[in-house]
Structure formats: C-alpha cells, structure tokens
C-alpha cells in the first residue's frame, strides 16, 4: 500500500524558511513523478513543484522557482520541499503526492495523481 505522510509545517514570519518532509512507502514501480501541491483557503489545488524518478528532472511552478527548492532521498524515501524567502501569499495546505507511468515533471504537476498524503499547514505572517 502507497502511502505518503507530510510534515514540516508550521508559523513563519515573511522572509522565513521552512523545509517539509514527505515520507513516502509502499513504492512498487519504479517510473513515477512525486511533488508537492497546495491549497490555500478558497483556492484550487496548485502544483508547486515536482520531481520525476527516472532521471531526476524537476518542475518548478512559476510564483516559487527562486525560492523554493524541491530534491529526493531514494535511500530514506523521501522527498524535502526547501521554501525560503516564504511571502503571505504562500500561506497553504501542502500536500505530497505521486503519480506512477508519469515521468514528465510539468505533467506530473498538474494534479492528476494516484496517491495523496494528507496535509502539512503553512502560515506566512506578516
């Protein structure tokens, strides 16, 4: 069973950092994009970054390329979301998710994945 648990959330005042963890287990195929989405509140889903497991290329969504930072750990399994220079704006709930056959990382990114992890808050305070 694929299952994928987030952490790393939490208050930081703008300008601030925060790094979120996703853990991920239960991988049987080895072709897959994982990433990370958000949603603030009354707002759609968004993907805001991800990374494809065959050759490691990445997609940033435009609003945090600069900022944020998205890299992978095959041997723990995981996947780290760096976020700096953090702007009211990027105030969410973060969400790791994956999508196995789909090795393109823009396509990946656009939301239609198998599995969803629940939830990690982000608060930027001004």
């Known amino acids: 069973e694929v299952q994928l648990q987030a952490s790393g959330g939490g208050l930081v005042q703008v300008g601030g950092s925060l790094r979120l963890s996703c853990a991920a287990s239960g991988f049987t195929r080895d072709e897959y994009t994982i990433g990370w989405f958000r949603q603030a509140p009354g707002q759609e889903r968004e993907g805001v970054a991800c990374?494809?497991?065959?050759?490691?290329?990445?997609y940033y969504q435009g609003p945090v390329k600069g900022r944020f930072t998205i890299s992978g750990d095959n041997t723990q399994n995981a996947v780290y979301l760096q976020m700096s220079t953090l702007k009211p704006e990027d105030t969410a709930v973060y969400y790791c998710?994956?999508?196995?056959?789909?090795?393109?990382?823009?396509?990946?990114?656009?939301?239609?994945?198998?599995?969803w992890g629940k939830g990690t808050l982000v608060t930027v305070s001004s």
């Open positions: 998710a994956a999508v196995f056959g789909v090795t393109n990382p823009k396509i990946g990114c656009r939301g239609d994945m198998d599995y």
């Open positions: 990374i494809s497991s065959s050759d490691g290329s990445i």
